[in-house]
Structure formats: structure tokens, C-alpha cells
């Protein structure tokens, strides 16, 4: 029960960022299909998100993806190509 009450409350904000990471990544890159976000990170004044994509007419393995950067205070949002010397980075992604 502790889980469900959880999960709807105290979660929310972090959901809602998902949806802008992945809503950002979307309207920078009309080409690409999103197929889902990941929180990296979760820091008193941002969060980082890895948004996976799809690029039309190309299949992929392991999936691509971007990192997006979403201040909390201001809502703004900055995509961020990923390295491996990022701390958010995947490990086990070439």
C-alpha cells in the first residue's frame, strides 16, 4: 500500500520532467521516434534524463540516445550529446 501511495505522489515531479526531457528531444529532432526516458540523475536543482530514440528507416543496437538536463526551478531544458567520460553515461553503451 506504502508503495502505490508512493509511487502517485512523490513521484510526480519526476514523471512530469520524463515527459518535458523527452517532449524537448522530440521538438529538436522531428526525425527521431522517442521510445522512452530514464532518470541518470536526481539532484536538488536538476534532473538528467537519457531520452531513447528510434531513427526513421534505421535500426539500431544497442537504442540511441540523447541526455536532457532540466533545471528545476526554471523548467529549463538542455540536450546534452552523451560521452563516456559523463557521469551519465550507460555503461555497457557503445
Excluded at 527521431?32 to 537519457?50: M, P, Q
Excluded at 533545471?71 to 555503461?91: A, G, L, N, Q
Amino acid at each position: 500500500m506504502r508503495f502505490l501511495f508512493f509511487r502517485q505522489f512523490v513521484n510526480r515531479d519526476i514523471r512530469a520532467a520524463g515527459r518535458q526531457a523527452a517532449e524537448a528531444v522530440a521538438e529538436a529532432h522531428p526525425e527521431f521516434r522517442i521510445d522512452g526516458t530514464s532518470l541518470r540523475a536526481a539532484t536538488e536543482d536538476h534532473f538528467v534524463f537519457a531520452v531513447f530514440f528510434t531513427d526513421f528507416g534505421r535500426l539500431q543496437k544497442p537504442t540511441p540516445y540523447l541526455l536532457a538536463t532540466i533545471i528545476r526551478e526554471s523548467s529549463e531544458i538542455k540536450i546534452i550529446k552523451p560521452t563516456p567520460d559523463s557521469p551519465y553515461w550507460i555503461r555497457g553503451y557503445k
